[in-house]
């Protein structure tokens, strides 16, 4: 399986969804693919944001060797499986991908836990560290059901 995690800026929600999914793939000894993008390329070659590495590293996740990088259509051919963080990152990978979207590789992330209630992971990126702790622990509890399902 190769998974890749998806949200806008690939400095926030994605790079921890990556650090963790990749974490638990490792713990439960999967042969899992990983990796991360976002989809506006403003932070591109940039490492996570401060704050999404303060929360990681207070739960054992060293994240801080992560690179920032657009997604591409080209993603669709390399991934099975592409989690968007939320609502408007779907969007945005349609608007990318063009005749390359596939929507049945799509999924919002929440979606693995709440199926259905398309429910977003926020963006913390304007707001104080306790948004990071929710979006981590939002991430988390999905990334726990995505190995429970596909194991
Ligand atoms: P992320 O948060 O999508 O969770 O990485 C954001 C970070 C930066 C921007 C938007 C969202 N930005 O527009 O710069």
Redesign the pocket.
């Given at each position: 399986m190769n998974i890749l995690m998806v949200?806008?800026?690939?400095?926030?929600?994605?790079?921890l969804a990556e650090g963790i999914l990749q974490h638990r793939v490792n713990q439960a000894g999967l042969n899992w693919r990983v990796d991360s993008a976002?989809t506006?390329g403003?932070?591109t070659g940039e490492a996570p944001?401060q704050l999404s590495q303060k929360v990681a590293k207070a739960r054992g996740l060293d994240i801080s060797g992560q690179c920032?990088r657009r997604f591409i259509a080209a993603d669709f051919e390399k991934y099975d499986k592409i989690y968007a963080?939320a609502r408007d990152?779907v969007d945005e990978i349609k608007w990318i991908a063009k005749g390359k979207f596939d929507p049945s590789k799509v999924e919002l992330l929440m979606n693995e836990i709440y199926p259905g209630e398309n429910r977003d992971v926020p963006?913390?990126?304007y707001g104080p560290e306790p948004g990071y702790h929710d979006?981590y622990d939002m991430i988390d509890s999905a990334c726990e059901a995505i190995i429970e399902k596909y194991k």
């Amino acid at each position: 399986m190769n998974i890749l995690m998806v949200c806008l800026g690939n400095i926030c929600r994605s790079p921890l969804a990556e650090g963790i999914l990749q974490h638990r793939v490792n713990q439960a000894g999967l042969n899992w693919r990983v990796d991360s993008a976002g989809t506006n390329g403003y932070h591109t070659g940039e490492a996570p944001h401060q704050l999404s590495q303060k929360v990681a590293k207070a739960r054992g996740l060293d994240i801080s060797g992560q690179c920032s990088r657009r997604f591409i259509a080209a993603d669709f051919e390399k991934y099975d499986k592409i989690y968007a963080m939320a609502r408007d990152v779907v969007d945005e990978i349609k608007w990318i991908a063009k005749g390359k979207f596939d929507p049945s590789k799509v999924e919002l992330l929440m979606n693995e836990i709440y199926p259905g209630e398309n429910r977003d992971v926020p963006d913390p990126w304007y707001g104080p560290e306790p948004g990071y702790h929710d979006v981590y622990d939002m991430i988390d509890s999905a990334c726990e059901a995505i190995i429970e399902k596909y194991k």
